[in-house]
């Protein structure tokens, strides 16, 4: 089995920041894409940023500058640095990995989602 646990999400207000986590445990040998998704009310789940396993970054147009991807390979976590927050930045936040496990399967993984709420 493999899990994500994400961490790092609240209420903040606009302008300010916050830092979101997510941990892989379990059957792993290793961490390809991962990636981190949002899904505001009412709307569909879309791409916030990605990042491989040689740690090259794509991010959705409406975080560029703003929202820094990053990873720790030997602890198994992706981070996501967010800045400048905006009230449209709240969403549920999901982390998603895909795994490669000891016995050499390929698998898709999503953590359980992260509230983060922008408001004054």
């Known amino acids: 089995q493999v899990q994500l646990v994400e961490s790092g999400g609240g209420l903040v207000q606009p302008g300010g920041s916050l830092r979101l986590s997510c941990a892989a445990s379990g059957n792993i040998f290793s961490l390809n894409t991962m990636g981190w998704y949002r899904q505001a009310p009412g709307k569909q789940r879309e791409l916030v940023a990605s990042?491989?396993?040689?740690?090259?970054?794509n991010y959705a147009d409406s975080v560029k500058g703003r929202f820094t991807i990053s990873r720790d390979n030997a602890k198994n976590t992706v981070y996501l640095q967010m800045n400048s927050l905006k009230p449209e930045d709240t969403a549920v936040y999901y982390c998603r990995a895909a795994v490669q496990t000891m016995t050499s399967r390929f698998l898709e993984r999503w953590g359980q989602g992260t509230l983060v709420t922008v408001s004054s």
């Open positions: 990042i491989t396993s040689g740690s090259s970054a």
